[in-house]
């Protein structure tokens, strides 16, 4: 069946610790995106990618990095610099045919411990 | 900058109708979406409006105005199961990239 699957569902990071949240899609879809969710609010944009070795930066992609290396595959990278990193996090992907219409995969939790 | 407004929360009774608004204001325009989240999941596409007017879906309509920068998502014979967050999202025109309104919590009663 096509999809977004993320991995792992539920993920631990010590402090001072870099963690990669992996996100792949069989969609053949052009575009992918990474958001992250704090609790009760909206979905904020940290990076995006429109095509193949290309990306780029959202609204708060400040601690965080990307590759696209391949069209199916999007990981996130949550780094140290990154100083509240706990959170509901978020990969999509979308085309022009489908309108671009974001097709999310089922998230990923972070937590700092 | 990017602006979406949608209210927090709503209650309705089960078997109702209810309207969730959004307004927005953006730098550009290239769709409106709405998605459906239940807690701890991933938001699901319901509708997408990019001309003027009511695009309905069974229980679920949407409408657009554009002059206006206004939305609303209607639900109709609500169900308990619609108890959710329901998200308003613009395609701005930066990429294919969606700005999201923070959401309202719908709750279903019966």
């Known amino acids: 069946d096509g999809g977004i699957t993320q991995s792992p569902k539920y993920l631990f990071r010590k402090e001072g610790q870099n963690v990669t949240l992996s996100c792949e899609q069989n969609?053949?879809?052009?575009?992918m995106y990474w958001y992250r969710q704090d609790p009760g609010q909206g979905l904020r944009l940290i990076y995006y990618?429109?095509?193949?070795?290309?990306?780029q930066k959202g609204d708060i992609a400040e601690g965080y990095s990307v590759s696209r290396e391949k069209k199916e595959s999007f990981p996130l990278t949550v780094t140290s610099a990154q100083k509240n990193p706990t959170a509901f996090y978020l990969c999509?992907?979308?085309?022009?045919?489908?309108?671009?219409?974001?097709?999310f995969g089922e998230g990923s939790w972070l937590t700092v411990v | 900058g990017q602006n979406i407004d949608q209210p927090t929360e709503m209650t309705a009774t089960e078997g109702a109708i209810v309207q969730i608004n959004c307004t927005y204001q953006t730098s550009g325009f290239n769709g409106l979406f709405w998605y459906q989240q239940h807690a701890g999941e991933a938001p699901t596409f319901l509708s997408y409006n990019v001309l003027d007017g009511l695009e309905e879906k069974g229980r679920f309509s949407s409408f657009l105005s554009r002059s206006k920068g206004y939305s609303y998502l209607l639900l109709k014979e609500l169900q308990m199961k619609d108890s959710a967050s329901y998200l308003c999202?613009?395609?701005?025109?930066?990429?294919?990239?969606?700005?999201f309104g923070k959401g309202t919590s719908l709750l279903v009663t019966p």
């Open positions: 969609l053949n879809h052009d575009a």
């Open positions: 999202a613009v395609n701005s025109n930066s990429g294919y990239a969606l700005n």
């Open positions: 990618s429109q095509i193949v070795n290309d990306f």
């Open positions: 999509a992907s979308s085309n022009r045919d489908s309108l671009n219409t974001i097709y």
